[in-house]
């Protein structure tokens, strides 16, 4: 596959997998919102099963609406933010405003990884432990990732401060994959036998390790050319000519 259209695969893979967070953040805070007004209620029990299913996955947030917001927030910003830092088009011709946005993306990204280690311990884990493994460990990776970019950046180390990006947003990026993933296990529940609690976990688990394996496959197959690092040095000795003159 050539290098143009593989890359007209991803950003659609990007613009699909981003639409579907910002679809499950909108609906999250629908669901939350009576909730932040009148208080926690418990559900009205379901005569459908699966519907029953769903009602007890919409609960787990409800008992917590502050610190659900407070994680899934800055995590659509995060989403919508990530084209900007990613292009280089905009990157070169913009770079004051990929800056500005890139201190954004990263508080954006502290405060998601933050809440979700404290969400790991705070809240009983649809999945149970082996879910709260798997976003214990991530969300551990995730704020690593994010601390390595910011560490290169300030270095002027552009090309680690890059993979580390890649490797942060893969991670951050991978909760919306989870969520057609858990969509697959739930259909064929009737089939397995297989019930939240059971495959919650290895659905986060699955999602999580297919954006690592496809980072570190992008990082390896497509490192930063010299004609890149070029326009990023020209870019900023521009930026500086602007703010002395």
């Keep these: 596959m050539e290098r143009s259209t593989l890359r007209r695969a991803l950003w659609t893979a990007l613009a699909f997998l981003t639409f579907i967070g ?11 919102t009576p909730t932040l007004l009148h208080g926690y209620r418990p559900p009205a029990p379901a005569a459908n099963p699966i519907a029953a299913r769903f009602g007890n996955l919409d609960d787990t947030f409800n008992r917590y609406p502050l610190l659900a917001l407070i994680h899934i927030l800055p995590g659509m910003l995060f989403l919508l933010l990530a084209p900007f830092q990613f292009s280089a088009y905009f990157r070169s011709r913009h770079l ?31 999945g149970g432990v082996n879910q709260a493994a798997a976003t214990t460990l991530f969300g551990v990776l995730f704020l690593f990732a994010l601390g390595k970019a910011y560490i290169h ?9 890059r993979e ?3 490797r942060a947003f893969a991670i951050g990026l991978a909760v ?11 259909a064929t529940s009737r089939i397995s036998g297989l019930t939240p609690h059971e495959f919650f976990g290895t659905a986060f688990w699955i999602g999580f390790t297919i954006h690592l394996i496809v980072a570190e496959s992008w990082i390896r197959t497509h490192p930063q050319s010299s004609q890149f690092q070029q326009m990023t040095v020209r870019a900023a000795s521009n930026a500086r000519s602007e703010a002395a003159s």
């Design 22 to 32: 910002c679809a499950i953040v909108i609906r999250r805070v629908v669901a939350l």
């Design 176 to 186: 919306t994959t989870i969520r057609p993933i858990v969509g697959v296990f739930f």
């Design 153 to 161: 950046i300030r270095r002027r180390e552009i090309t680690l401060h």
């Design 96 to 126: 004051r405003a990929h800056r500005i946005i890139g201190r954004t993306f990263l508080i954006c990204g502290w405060i998601v990884g933050v809440t979700a280690l404290v969400m790991s311990f705070a809240m009983p884990a649809i």
């Design 164 to 166: 580390w990006m890649i």
